[in-house]
């Protein structure tokens, strides 16, 4: 007990149930060719749009990016040195390396705060040297730099020494302020005073630095920097080194400037891994000059010093994380492009197949007559008819009227003459109704040759054949596509007309309580017509077996209609073979239900009220045809020569007269049904 209420609690929380749903020709959802033909384009659209985003996903060439910038009033270090950053400095004039006018220095700067608020100041000398090209090239690693090298004349600039190193962290309110200045002081050819320096050229002369001074009203300091630009959307190479000339300042004897230069840092974090939730991350430092990140001051010189360069650590981090596109976000894209896609075309595709699936259910569950039937056939067959009832009449009055004598049986006690004499007149009887048969036989041979008809196989066939080349099915067309897009007021027709009312009659069919109603139908005619016995007989019926064995196909009314709708299509290429074959299977449906309405009809002797409303159910055309059939007779000693069209029908009533078929009895039976 508790295993079940277990299981039913389980069965609740399944998530993969399926639909139970009706089927359709066997398949559980309608497919056409054109809906193929679509999705196999909706495919190649999809496939041919994304291959080259395929190409970039395994390429990574797609790139997330996420930057954040961080402010911190005590930043971390930036630490230059000669494999990450290369500056020169000079002085605009001509020989500035062997005879300047002023003269440049470096020093590396810590300021650090005590806790009472003292501030202690340390110094230490850089040396400057004349540029070599080795010290550029060394960070344009993948450029060539000899050609810039040469024409800008950096040969004359001066540099940070070999294996330098500046450290550049903190502001003027943190406990460790550390930063470079560049001075611009009087030159002097006192080797006391330029000992420490390896740069020991000989000063201009004052009347040299004047006539410059009348020349370009001032004096300049430039600087020429290393910097570094990224492109963190670039799938690969995301820095570019180039040499950077924003720096340069103008001063006087008198008034200079102090300029401060801020470097921020870059952390650029890579994720190379393009599957979702594995990371395998990437970093990179760089420390980047920001264009027009400097600030200038105006100051009174004191006479030592006329210009200084300040190189301060921004305040500013910039956090750049980086990831290409994984593989869930290359399947959610390409999902919603392809929905997209199928929603488009997905809502003509959609009306066609929904067109297409009512007009097939539409032709097989209904007949669409059309209305412009041949009145000749018609009127023909309605005299056919005539000549048939008027010879029925015709037998059944010249009948003599003899029966009653057959009534009456000889007494047990009469004598043995009299029982000769009674045999002898039974004798007579048997021969008078065998003259009346042969009478029949006569008048119906004579109305069968009136009416032009050589055996019965042809006549139905030809029959048969008529009804098959009238059917008209409807179908999908361009006006119907145009019926519907103008809201069913205009281009309407005879396909559109008859399609609307068989779709109304097939949702009502469909309709639930339609079904309903039909089934507490069915088991009130088992109650009518079952006995309590019978019910229960019929209720535990077993049920049916399958095996390995093919089963019968019996042929169906739904069969026929298929063969009244294919036939007009089949007999337009009827040299084929496979289509001969085809064309006699359709009729063979006709012979078949011929041969079940001639069992039937034998049948209505007894009478048998369903045999008559079966019959009366198979349509007032096929009964005439079939009625005519009846009528026929076969010359028993004609051999034909054609071929039956299949074994099964050697020896079937279509190819050989029913035992009663000249019988006079079955004739009443005739004359009662069309009475």
Known sequence: MQQSIAFKVFKNFDIFGQNIQLNFNGDDSYQTATGGIFSITIIAVIAFFFQQNIVDFLSKNYVNLDVQTLFDANPDDIIFNDDNYMFALAIEQSKFNTNPYFNITLKQRIYTRLNNGTTVKQDSFIDLIPCTIDRFQNIFNNQNFTDQFISLGLSEWLCPQYNYSIRLSGGYTSQLFQFTKVTVSECSNNTGNNQILTWKPKCASSSEREAHLNTDRSFRIKMYMTNTIINPLQPKNISQVFLDDELFFSFLLLTGTETDVFYQKYNVTTNQNIFPYIEDNQEQQFNIKQQGDFKVSNVQNSGSSYSAIYMRRSPYTYSVKRDFQDLADLLSYLGGFANIVVMIFGFFISFYNKSQFMIELANQVYDFPIKNINNIDTQQRKEIKKTIARAKSRTIIQKPNTQNSQLESPKYNQNQQFIINETAKQDDQCVTKQDEQHTFQQEQEKIIQQ???????????QQIEKILNRSRPIFFNCRYILYQLFCQRFFYDRNSILLQKAIKNINQDLDLCVIIDKVKEINLLKELLLTEDQLVLFDFAPKEVINLEEDKKLTTRNLARNTLRNFHQISSILNNKDEQNKSNQSINTYYKLFQAYDRIHQALQQNDKINEKLIGKLGQ?????FEVSQFIQWENNRKLNSEPLDDE???????????????????????????
């Open 621 to 625: 055309e096929v009964r005439d045809i």
């Open 451 to 461: 009416l032009g008809i050589t055996d019965r196989k042809s006549y139905l066939t």
């Open 649 to 675: 029908f050697q020896c079937d009533s279509v190819n050989s007269d029913p035992p009663c078929i000249t019988s006079l009895d079955q004739f009443k039976v005739n004359f009662k049904l069309n009475s």
